[in-house]
């Protein structure tokens, strides 16, 4: 019945590491975002695919690569993993804009490099 | 430079009390939402204002949009418990169809 899924809730590494993030939904949207929530609960949008297509990449470092395998899919890749990058990352999705703009969220990675 | 700029920073009441949050923003929008995040979960959507609407009512929610001020308040009535959670803006700055842009957020406390 989750609209929005992503695995793992949880994820602790090592720095330097190459870990993943999936994202799953299943309202039939078309467009599917990666945000970053950082200590402060500042929430920042990386990413926007609309139909498997790049829209949005806000200044994300190269270490991060989504990919979308289909409309319901989009994971999130990140290499070298540094200190910085811990945080809350945030799967969301929609229907394209001009239609409904809600974005439904999923439940949250909390990403933990030490 | 950050769209939404919420204050108060964060906001204590007593159940049963009105809450009111607000919302300011730099650059044209086409619409602006309100978003709920209870502690260590995703966010909810709550309620959405388009430009030409100057008020919007969802149950005890009530927001309001100044577009000449760029600003946008909720409010919430009748304060519950269950309310306690971080309320976020967030406008779809420049009228960009792709991107929401957040404000900080207010962190409510409702005390039973």
């Known amino acids: 019945d989750t609209a929005v899924s992503q695995t793992p809730k949880y994820l602790v590494t090592q720095m330097g590491n190459d870990k993943s993030i999936k994202c799953e939904q299943n309202l039939g949207h078309d467009t599917m975002y990666w945000y970053k929530q950082d200590s402060k609960k500042f929430l920042k949008i990386m990413f926007s695919?609309?139909?498997?297509?790049?829209?949005i990449n806000e200044t994300v470092p190269n270490r991060f690569s989504p990919k979308s395998p289909d409309k319901a899919h989009l994971n999130l890749h990140i290499n070298s993993l540094e200190l910085g990058d811990s945080a809350v990352y945030f799967c969301a999705s929609s229907y394209p804009a001009g239609i409904k703009e809600t974005q439904y969220f999923g439940p949250g990675t909390r990403l933990l490099v030490l | 430079s950050q769209q939404g700029e919420e204050d108060p920073q964060a906001l204590s009441i007593q159940e049963g009390e009105n809450a009111t949050m607000n919302c300011s923003y730099k650059?044209?929008?086409?619409?602006l939402q309100w978003y709920r995040q209870n502690s260590g979960r995703g966010l909810v959507h709550l309620i959405l204002i388009r430009s030409n609407e100057r008020e919007k009512h969802s149950g005890r929610l009530r927001v309001t949009l100044d577009t000449s001020k760029k600003s946008s308040s909720l409010l919430i009535t009748a304060s519950r418990a269950a309310d306690t959670a971080s309320y976020f803006c967030?406008?779809?700055?420049?009228?960009?169809?792709?991107?929401?842009?957040f404000g900080k957020g207010t962190l409510l406390t409702v005390n039973p």
């Open positions: 967030a406008t779809d700055e420049g009228g960009s169809n792709y991107k929401l842009t």
């Open positions: 695919y609309n139909n498997k297509e790049l829209i």
């Open positions: 650059t044209s929008i086409n619409n």
